[in-house]
């Protein structure tokens, strides 16, 4: 495929679950970050995961170690130089990526594809801070990326076809099965779950039904693993907000208004798992 090193932008937890799945495939991969302590924070991540997977008897402390030593780690964005083909997973911040991209532009080979993981902002407006809106393209990861199947693979207005199958081959690769989407705010899983997970805390904020009655119907009644209030918590509500503004201000629609008491739950920090508290309590 003439991919032979893999770069990230963003060692939180997608981008240290891309990593991983990276260099699972048989990729050299650098992982970035804005400090050193952030990008080694990530590698240590993976290690836990890969600790459990070999006391569980899944790999061998051989597989384990050959799988990290395939991640470098980075602080200076320069270092995507060296890479065939870069996915950001940076915060869910438009300002932020737009920067990356412009960056990335100029530090990198013009025929370097450049991906973002973003989960809702448009392919196409992050593709024009680049030269290369042809190689810009959105590959959506599922969190926890190494255990979940799916990646979103999206086409912006100028992405090429060519561009588009080296990156459905791509995932492929990393064992993954890819969806194509096209191009509006929120794409598919989105604009799907960040509604219904809106809607629920909708429920909530109006008395429909307590925290712990609003997950258990959907979890039982629609046969759900988790449920849209719990599963808010891990994604993040900081994350559940940008998205579900991306829509709303994409559409112009009433139907995707953010839930005020998602937005007040933000406001104080209560951010989910990641804060210790959101809709639940979490212990640190």
């Known amino acids: 495929m003439g991919i032979n090193t893999f770069g990230v ?18 990729l050299n991969v650098i992982m970035n970050d804005i400090k050193s302590e952030f990008a080694e924070r990530g ?41 065939d083909f ?26 370097v594809i450049l991906a973002t993981n973003t989960s809702s902002i448009p392919i196409g407006r992050i593709a024009a801070q680049t030269e290369r809106p042809d190689k810009v393209i959105g590959m959506h990861f599922m969190n926890p990326v190494p255990l979940m199947k799916l990646v979103e693979i999206i086409r912006g ?23 194509e989407a096209n191009d509006y705010p929120g794409f598919i899983a989105n604009r799907i779950l960040m509604p219904m997970i809106n809607e629920a805390i909708y429920c909530l904020y109006h008395g429909v039904g307590k925290r712990e009655d609003i997950d258990t119907v959907m979890k039982l009644g629609m046969n759900h693993p988790m449920g849209p209030l719990a599963l808010a918590d891990l994604i993040g509500l900081d994350t559940c907000l940008a998205i579900m ?40």
């Open 245 to 284: 503004e991306t829509i709303y201000n994409g559409f112009n629609d009433s139907k995707y208004r953010p839930c005020p008491l998602l937005r007040k739950y933000v406001e104080a920090g209560w951010l989910g798992r990641k804060s210790g508290k959101g809709f639940y309590e979490y212990g640190t």
């Open 86 to 111: 870069i996915v950001e997973a940076a915060t869910e911040n438009e300002p932020l990526k737009f920067q990356i991209f412009k960056d990335l532009d100029r530090m990198c080979s013009p025929s």
């Open 157 to 179: 207005i100028a992405t090429s076809a060519e561009t588009f199958k080296l990156t459905w081959n791509l995932a492929e690769k990393f064992g993954k099965t890819p969806a």
């Open 43 to 83: 590698l240590a991540a993976i290690d836990k995961i890969l600790s459990r997977s070999l006391e569980k008897g899944k790999m061998s402390s051989e597989e384990k170690s050959t799988l990290l030593g395939r991640i470098q780690t980075s602080a200076d964005l320069k270092d995507m130089a060296k890479a």
């Open 9 to 26: 932008i963003g060692a939180g937890q997608m981008g240290s679950g891309i990593a991983q799945v990276a260099a699972a495939s048989g």
